[in-house]
C-alpha cells in the first residue's frame, strides 16, 4: 500500500514546531549556564596602603641635651659639647684655659660675685686674686646692675686689666630680657652654661637668671656629671636652693630636684651668689656656699652678718678646702 507525501500544511507546522522547541531549549540553557559578569570579576580600587614614618634615631641622653639650652632664648646661647674650651673674651685677653691633663693635682681658685654697683670693691678683689696664688676667677653672677650693653661694656673695661681666666655665671640682673644678649657679648663666657675640668675637679657652671633651676637645665647639669670622670665635682649657679638664714632669696622653682641631683652624682661644692652676704652649710653630704658680696649693697640678717669678701678654695688631690678672704672699703 503506498504511503501518502504529507501536504504543505503538515510541513508548515513540523518547521512551526521544531522551532518553537528550539527556542525554549535556548532559553532553558541561558537560563541555568552562569552569566559572563559573575564569572569575570569585577575591577576594584587599589588597596590603601598606610604611609609608616620611621622612628626617629635615638640619641643618648647627654648627646641631645648639650644641643640647646632651655628654650627661652635663642639656639645661639647654646653649648656645643659638654666640656668647650673656654673663649677668651671679645674685649679682654684671657691666658689659654688648663686642660684637664695640663691642671695641677694642687691648686687654688678664687670665687666670688654680685659685684654690681660696688666698682671700688671689685677692682681690690681683682687685685688680690691675682697675687693670692688663685688659678682662676669663678664669678657667681650679677656683674651688671640692669644687663645693658653701655653697662656690659663698662664691665669688661674693668676686667680689662685682669690677667687670669675667668668663668662667670649670668645673674638676674645680666639677663634683663631673658636672652643674655650683652652677657655673652662682653662677659667672656662661652655659653648660657658650660663646663671644664682643671686638676681632678670638673666644674659645671649652669644658668639660673631668670630665677630657677628648670626642667632642660637640670636635665643638661645631669648629662654633664654623669659624663665625667673627674672625682671632684664642683657646681657654680647664682641663685642658691635655700639660704640657711631662712630669707626668700633663693630659686623660685626646682630648688628640691637641684640638691637632690647633688647628692646624687657625688657633688662636693656648691658656690652660688645673689644673696648679697656669706653664708655655709653641709646638706646630705654637699657643700653650699653663698658668696655674694664683691661689691653690691649688703645683705644684713639678724642671725646673718654681711660683709664684702671673696671665697678661695684650695685644692690637694681630692680634698678642699675653703677660706673667706674679707675686703674693707
Keep these: 500500500m503506498k504511503r501518502s507525501s504529507p501536504s504543505k500544511r503538515q510541513l508548515a507546522l513540523w518547521i512551526l514546531s521544531l522551532i518553537v522547541v528550539v527556542s525554549m531549549v535556548c532559553s532553558l540553557v541561558m ?55 673656654i673663649a677668651a673674651s671679645p674685649t679682654w685677653e684671657q691666658p689659654p684655659t688648663e686642660s684637664a691633663s695640663m691642671g695641677e693635682r694642687d691648686f687654688t681658685f678664687a670665687a666670688g660675685g654680685d659685684n654690681r654697683g660696688g666698682e671700688e670693691i671689685y677692682r681690690q678683689i681683682l687685685e ?26 663698662e664691665f669688661a673695661q674693668l676686667m680689662s686689666d685682669f690677667k687670669l681666666p675667668f668663668y662667670p655665671v649670668p645673674g638676674n640682673h645680666d639677663n634683663p630680657n ?20 682643671y686638676g681632678l675637679v670638673h666644674f ?44 626668700d632669696h633663693i630659686m623660685r622653682q626646682g630648688n628640691k630636684e637641684f640638691m637632690e641631683l647633688m647628692t646624687q652624682k657625688g657633688v662636693r ?46 685644692v690637694r688631690g681630692e680634698e678642699l678646702t675653703t677660706e ?3 675686703v674693707t672699703q
Excluded: C
Design 178 to 197: 631673658g636672652l643674655l644678649t650683652a652677657y655673652l657679648k662682653y662677659s667672656g663666657a662661652p655659653a648660657a652654661h658650660y663646663s671644664f675640668d
Design 128 to 153: 688680690s686674686v691675682q697675687k693670692d696664688g688663685s688659678a682662676f676667677l669663678v664669678h657667681t653672677g650679677d656683674l651688671v646692675n640692669s644687663g645693658t650693653e653701655a653697662q656690659f661694656k
Design 31 to 85: 537560563m541555568i549556564r552562569p552569566s559572563t559578569s559573575a564569572r569575570t570579576p569585577q575591577p576594584t580600587a587599589a588597596p590603601v596602603v598606610p604611609t609608616i614614618t620611621p622612628a626617629s634615631t635615638l640619641v643618648p641622653t647627654h648627646q641631645a641635651l648639650t644641643a640647646a639650652p632651655p628654650t627661652r632664648r635663642p639656639e645661639a646661647t647654646a653649648t656645643t659639647q659638654i666640656t668647650p674650651t
Design 324 to 326: 673667706v678672704v674679707r
Design 204 to 247: 659645671s657652671l649652669i644658668d639660673t637668671s631668670l630665677g630657677d633651676a628648670s626642667p632642660q637645665e637640670l636635665a643638661w647639669l645631669a648629662a654633664d656629671l654623669e659624663a665625667t670622670s673627674q672625682p671632684v665635682k664642683v657646681v657654680v649657679l647664682h641663685h642658691p636652693p635655700f639660704d640657711p638664714a631662712g630669707t
Design 269 to 314: 661644692l656648691v658656690l652660688a651668689g645673689h644673696i648679697h652676704s656669706y653664708d655655709e652649710q653641709l646638706r646630705d653630704g654637699v657643700r653650699y656656699i653663698i658668696t655674694g658680696g664683691a661689691g653690691a649693697p649688703l645683705y644684713p640678717e639678724p642671725n646673718r652678718p654681711a660683709f664684702y669678701h671673696y671665697i678661695r678654695v684650695k
